[in-house]
């Protein structure tokens, strides 16, 4: 997955697409999903939070730019709240791929 693939597929707060030649040229760039589901407050500290302070540390030669992508379901993408979508999850090696099925969408 490229970065260019990333961000054609997400949108800034102001719901605008992001062009990479937008962003400040770095040496790499760091991207990170986070959901409300997954651990809540707690876990965006843990991992989103801890990440963030880990690149700020960064003492190298290297620049980096980290990227938080919020994944939740939003009713606006015109999906019904309190209904329920499956998550399959499949582990192939050191791979896993994430399946979701019938979202549930209004018509």
Do not use: C, H, R
């Not at 961000?7 to 760039?29: Q, R």
């Not at 690149?55 to 939740?72: L, P």
Request: proline residues 1%; charged residues 30%; positive net charge.
């Amino acid at each position: 997955m490229s970065l260019e693939k990333i961000l054609n597929e997400s949108y800034d707060l102001n719901e605008k697409t992001i062009n990479k030649s937008e962003l400040t040229a770095t040496d790499f760039y760091v991207v990170a999903y986070w959901q409300k589901f997954f651990g809540g407050k707690k876990g965006y500290q843990e991992s989103v939070v801890w990440m963030e302070e880990e690149i700020k540390k960064n003492n190298s030669q290297y620049t980096f730019t980290f990227i938080k992508i919020n994944a939740d379901l939003q009713e606006k993408w015109g999906l019904v709240a309190g209904k329920k979508a499956k998550l399959k999850l499949k582990q192939k090696n050191n791979t896993i791929k994430m399946e979701i099925t019938k979202l549930p969408i209004k018509k």
